[in-house]
C-alpha cells in the first residue's frame, strides 16, 4: 500500500515539473513584449521611444515616460506599416518595430544590406565621417539618411558616389569634395552609421538638405524648404 502511494507521489510531483516547464516556456515567450500604453514606465519604454526616435517617428525625450508624445508616435508607426492603430506597443506594434531595428543593426565587419554594396558603404561612411564626424550617432546616422533620400528621389543623382560627387554651377554640392576630406578615413561609428543607413533607419525621414548654421547661411534651404530637425549642429530639411 505505501509503495502504491510513493508511485503516486512520484507522478504527481513529476506532472507538476512537466507542467512548470510548460509554463515557464510560454511565459520566456510572453515576456518578450511587455504591453505598453499610455502611462507605462520603465525601461521597456525607454527601449520603445528610442526605437521609435531611430525610425523617424519622434516619441520626444528617451524618459521611460509613455505620455502624448510617445503615444502620437506609435499611431504615426502603426499608421505608416497599416497595422492596428490604438496607440498601444503590443506584441504586432513592436516586433514589426524591433525586427526592422534588428535586421538594421549589423554588427561590424559583416555584411550590410543586399540593397547596398561594398562601394555604397565605402562612400556613405566617408561623407558621414567628413560632414559629421564629431556629431552624435543619431546625427551621423542622420547624414546617410539625407544622402540615401537623395538617391531615391529624382531631383539628384541615384548612386551614393555621383550624389557625393554632383556639381552644380561647377561648386561641389558637399564642401568635404573641395577640401578633400572626403578620402578620410572613417571611424568605426561612421560605419556603422552607414549600415544603418542603408538598412533604412531614417532619424530625419524623407530630409534631403542639411546644413550647420553656425558655418553657412542655408539661405535657399531656409526659403524653400521645411524644417525637420536639429541634431547636434545640423540642421536638416525636407
Known amino acids: 500500500m505505501k509503495i502504491h ?117 565605402y562612400w556613405l561612411s566617408r561623407i558621414i565621417q567628413a560632414e559629421a564626424g564629431a556629431e552624435p550617432y543619431k546625427g551621423k546616422v542622420a547624414v546617410g539618411n539625407v544622402i540615401l533620400n537623395r538617391v531615391a528621389s529624382n531631383s539628384f543623382p541615384n548612386t551614393i558616389k555621383n550624389v557625393i560627387f554632383e556639381y552644380y554651377k561647377g561648386i561641389p554640392q558637399f564642401s568635404p569634395v573641395a577640401d578633400g576630406t572626403i578620402y578620410n578615413t572613417p571611424s568605426e561609428e561612421s560605419i556603422q552609421a552607414a549600415k544603418d543607413a542603408l538598412n533604412g533607419v531614417k532619424p530625419v525621414g524623407n530630409s534631403t538638405y542639411f546644413f550647420n548654421p553656425d558655418k553657412a547661411e542655408g539661405k535657399w534651404i531656409v526659403n524653400n524648404k521645411t524644417y525637420v530637425a536639429r541634431i547636434g549642429e545640423h540642421v536638416f530639411y525636407k
Open 5 to 121: 502511494q510513493k508511485r503516486i507521489v512520484a507522478s504527481v510531483l513529476l506532472l507538476l515539473l512537466i507542467l512548470l516547464n510548460i509554463t515557464s516556456v510560454f511565459a520566456a515567450g510572453n515576456d518578450s513584449y511587455v504591453v505598453l500604453k499610455f502611462r507605462s514606465r520603465g525601461p521597456e519604454v525607454s527601449k520603445l521611444q528610442q526605437a521609435l526616435n531611430n525610425k523617424g517617428f519622434s516619441a520626444g525625450s528617451v524618459d521611460g515616460i509613455f505620455g502624448p508624445r510617445t503615444e502620437k508616435a506609435v499611431i504615426a508607426f502603426q499608421k505608416a506599416n497599416k497595422i492596428r492603430i490604438d496607440g498601444i506597443a503590443g506584441k504586432q506594434t513592436q516586433s514589426l518595430l524591433y525586427g526592422a531595428l534588428a535586421s538594421a543593426s549589423v554588427s561590424r565587419g559583416t555584411s550590410v544590406s543586399r540593397n547596398s554594396n561594398t562601394t555604397d558603404l
